[in-house]
């Protein structure tokens, strides 16, 4: 069983930055897709950034320009660097890695966004 180990939350003023981590305990079969998604009170889950093993990636409009996804596959980890947060960044974040045969998810780590 692939455990995912979130670290990095925490609370932050805004205009502020934080470094999220996600480390898998094994190597997971590739291809694979790693990202974050996030679930802000109140509101769905919805996916933040993803990263594929070419290393292409996607992110939602209201992050673009301020966050940066990137992965270690030698270290099993991927990262979420966020730049300039804001209160609505506020959420629990989720890793998730994917392929063609499972879904593996992290148990979150909250991110706060305030003065």
């Known amino acids: 069983q692939v455990q995912l180990v979130e670290s990095g939350g925490g609370l932050v003023e805004p205009g502020g930055s934080l470094r999220l981590s996600c480390v898998a305990s094994?190597?997971?079969?590739?291809?694979?897709?790693m990202g974050w998604y996030r679930r802000a009170p109140g509101k769905e889950r919805e996916l933040v950034a993803n990263?594929?093993?070419?290393?292409?990636?996607n992110y939602v409009d209201s992050v673009k320009g301020r966050f940066t996804i990137s992965r270690d596959n030698g270290k099993n980890t991927v990262y979420l660097q966020m730049n300039s947060l804001k209160p609505e960044d506020t959420a629990v974040y989720y890793c998730?890695?994917?392929?063609?045969?499972?879904?593996?998810w992290g148990q979150g780590t909250q991110v706060t966004v305030s003065s």
């Open positions: 094994r190597i997971i079969n590739r291809p694979n897709t």
């Open positions: 998730n890695v994917l392929n063609v045969f499972n879904t593996y």
């Open positions: 990263i594929d093993n070419y290393g292409r990636t």
